[in-house]
C-alpha cells in the first residue's frame, strides 16, 4: 500500500499537471490573490484563473500544489510569474514552518516555472525533465521571460513595495502610497484628456538618458543621500526576479 503521504502527491502531480482551466472569474489586478485550498490531510491546491495571462490577472491562469511531509514541503510547479512564486511561497508559510525541499516541474511552460526563483532561493531543489534544462539554457526561456515581463507590467505593483518594505518619498522618491492621506491620488491621475487634446510624450528612454545627464552635472550628495541605493534596488529587483 502507498503511503498516504505520497498518495497525496502524486494526486497532485496529476491533477496539477492536467488541469486545463481555472474556473472562470473577473477581478481586478489589486484583488487576484494566491490562495491555497486544503484537498487532503496533507495537500494543498492552488488554482489560477481562467484565460491568457494578462495584466489584469497578473499571469495567475496556472495552478499549483503542495504536500506536508513529515520531512519538509514538496510544491508540485511554481506559478507563472516571481512575484506569483513569493506569493506562493508565503501561502506555504502560513500553512507550515517546514522548510520548502523540492518543487516537482510537471512541465516547462511559462505560467508553471517563472515562480521557481522565489522558492530556489528558499532552499528547494528544482526537480524537472532533461528537457527543461535544455529549455532554460537555450536562450528561449530569458526571451519568453522578457514577453511575460513587458504584457504583465504590474509585476511591481503597490503591494510588491510595501512586501519589500520600501519607503515612499525616499526609497522611490516618485512612489506615493494610495493611502498617503491628501497625496494618495498622485500616482493615478488619468492623463487621457491631456493627450486626447494633443499632449505628446518623449520615449521614456529619451527621458531617462536627459535626467542621468543633467544629475551628473550637478552636485547630488545632499539631494539624493536618502534615495535608494544602487546596491539596495538590484537587491530588490532580485528578490522580485527581475535582472
Not at 473577473?26 to 484565460?51: C, K, L
Not at 550637478?218 to 535608494?228: E, H, P, T, Y
Request: with cysteine.
Amino acid at each position: 500500500m502507498i503511503p498516504a503521504p505520497f498518495r497525496a502527491l502524486a494526486l497532485l502531480v496529476v491533477a496539477v499537471a492536467l488541469a486545463g482551466s481555472a474556473v472562470a472569474q473577473t477581478r481586478p489586478a489589486a484583488d487576484v490573490a494566491v490562495t491555497a485550498q486544503q484537498v487532503s490531510p496533507r495537500g494543498w491546491y492552488i488554482q489560477g484563473e481562467a484565460g491568457m495571462a494578462s495584466a489584469a490577472n497578473r499571469g495567475h491562469t496556472s495552478n499549483a500544489g503542495f504536500v506536508v511531509t513529515d520531512d519538509g514541503v514538496v510544491v508540485i510547479d511554481a506559478l507563472g510569474t516571481p512575484p506569483l512564486g513569493a506569493a506562493l511561497l508565503k501561502e506555504i508559510r502560513r500553512i507550515t514552518d517546514k522548510p520548502v525541499r523540492r518543487v516537482i516541474v510537471t512541465h516547462y511552460h511559462a505560467d508553471h516555472v517563472y515562480g521557481l526563483p522565489a522558492l530556489k532561493a528558499a532552499g528547494a531543489e528544482i526537480w524537472a525533465h532533461r528537457e527543461a534544462q535544455r529549455y532554460f539554457s537555450s536562450g528561449q526561456a530569458d526571451e519568453r521571460l522578457q514577453q511575460r515581463r513587458r504584457d504583465l507590467f504590474p509585476w511591481v505593483d503597490e503591494k510588491t513595495l510595501v512586501d519589500f518594505h520600501v519607503e515612499p518619498w525616499t526609497g522611490l522618491p516618485l512612489w506615493i502610497p494610495s493611502t498617503e492621506g491628501d497625496a494618495g491620488g498622485f500616482m493615478s491621475v488619468n492623463c487621457d484628456k491631456a493627450r486626447a487634446a494633443g499632449l505628446a510624450t518623449r520615449p521614456l528612454v529619451e527621458t531617462v538618458r536627459d535626467t542621468a545627464a543633467w544629475l551628473a552635472a550637478r552636485d547630488n550628495a545632499c539631494a539624493w543621500r536618502n534615495v535608494q541605493s544602487g546596491a539596495r534596488e538590484r537587491l530588490l529587483l532580485s528578490a522580485i526576479g527581475a535582472r
